[in-house]
C-alpha cells in the first residue's frame, strides 16, 4: 500500500474502510424501517443544517428586535431560548419549525409518528447543548433524536 492509499483510507474513514472490507451497511433509514429515498425518507444534513440556521436566524431576530437594544451575550441566550420555546411549541404540535417547513423536513416519532410535546421539550433541551446534537448514529440521527425517539424525515 503507498502513501495515497493509506492517506485515502485515513480521511474516508472506518464506514469506508469497513464497506471496502465487504461490510453491508445498507441505506440510512433501513433499521428504522423507512424507504430509502423520497417522501418519508431520512433528511440528509444539508437540509437539517439549513433549517436549523434558519430557524437561528429567525430566534436572532426576535431577540435582537424584541428583547434587547443591541447585540451582546444577552441577545444570542436569549435567542437561545426563544429557539427552545420555538422547537418545543411548533415540533410537539405541527411537527416542524419555520425552517424545518422551508426545507422539507418534519419530526416524526419511531411509534407513533406524532411528536408529542414531552419528546419535542427532550429534543429541543439536547439541540440546545449541542453536543448530542454533533453525536450521529449510522442512520444519520444525532443523539438528541435517538433519545427521544424521534427522525428527521423528508416532507
Same mark, same amino acid.
Given at each position: 500500500m503507498d502513501k495515497r492509499q493509506? &492517506? !485515502?483510507?485515513?480521511l474516508s474513514g472506518p464506514r469506508a474502510a469497513?464497506? *471496502?472490507a465487504g461490510v453491508d451497511f445498507g441505506y440510512r433509514g433501513e433499521q428504522l424501517g423507512l424507504p430509502e429515498e423520497g417522501p418519508g425518507s431520512i433528511a440528509r444534513? !444539508?437540509?437539517r443544517l !439549513?433549517? %436549523?440556521a434558519v430557524d437561528w436566524g429567525l430566534c %436572532?431576530? &426576535?431577540a435582537y428586535g424584541l428583547i434587547t437594544d443591541g447585540y451582546d451575550? =444577552?441577545?444570542g441566550n436569549w435567542a437561545l431560548l426563544i429557539l427552545f420555546l420555538l422547537h418545543v411549541l411548533t415540533l410537539g404540535t405541527a411537527g416542524f419549525t419555520p425552517g424545518k417547513r422551508l426545507f422539507g423536513v418534519r419530526v416524526v416519532a419511531q411509534d407513533t409518528g406524532t411528536v408529542n410535546p414531552w419528546r419535542a421539550a427532550v429534543r429541543s433541551a439536547l439541540l440546545c447543548l449541542a453536543l448530542p =446534537? %454533533? &453525536?450521529w448514529d449510522r442512520d444519520g440521527r444525532g443523539?438528541? *433524536?435517538r433519545l427521544a425517539r424521534t427522525v428527521e424525515v423528508r416532507i
Open positions: 493509506a &492517506i !485515502g483510507s485515513w469497513a464497506e *471496502d444534513p !444539508g437540509r !439549513g433549517a %436549523l %436572532l431576530l &426576535i451575550q =444577552a441577545t =446534537a %454533533l &453525536i443523539l438528541h *433524536d
